[in-house]
């Protein structure tokens, strides 16, 4: 399963941007899509991920109140909003999608990450 990201640019403390991520057309079964974040020297972190559940997603401590993540099933796309952006938002945003195969174990995908760099 292929992952595109959009939407990671260059903003100022306190503006918005929006991400968004396509899985491959045709791709089924995809349980979970979300988005991690890596800065540099930093873990690889969770920034919210929502599953076939879409009123039940989770949220990274950090992003909690600022960031919105949603998902459009039918066309397996995902988007996260983020909101009152801090420098330390700064990082490389990744996609992930977990996807169930027909022989009922799971694979793991992710995008090519996009850089979301947020000036003071």
């Known amino acids: 399963v292929q992952l595109v990201e959009s939407g990671g640019g260059l903003v100022q403390a306190g503006d918005s941007l929006r991400l968004s991520c396509a899985a491959s057309p045709g791709t089924l079964n995809i349980n979970v899509m979300g988005w991690y974040r890596q800065a540099p020297g930093k873990q690889r972190e969770l920034v919210a991920l929502i599953g076939t559940a879409v009123d039940n997603p989770r949220y990274g401590d950090s992003v909690k109140g600022r960031f919105t993540i949603a998902r459009d099933s039918a066309k397996n796309t995902v988007t996260l909003q983020m909101n009152s952006l801090k420098p330390e938002d700064t990082a490389v945003y990744y996609c992930?999608?977990?996807?169930?195969?027909?022989?009922?174990?799971?694979?793991?995908?992710w995008g090519q990450g996009t850089q979301v760099t947020v000036s003071s």
């Open positions: 992930h999608a977990i996807i169930q195969r027909p022989e009922g174990d799971y694979d793991s995908s």
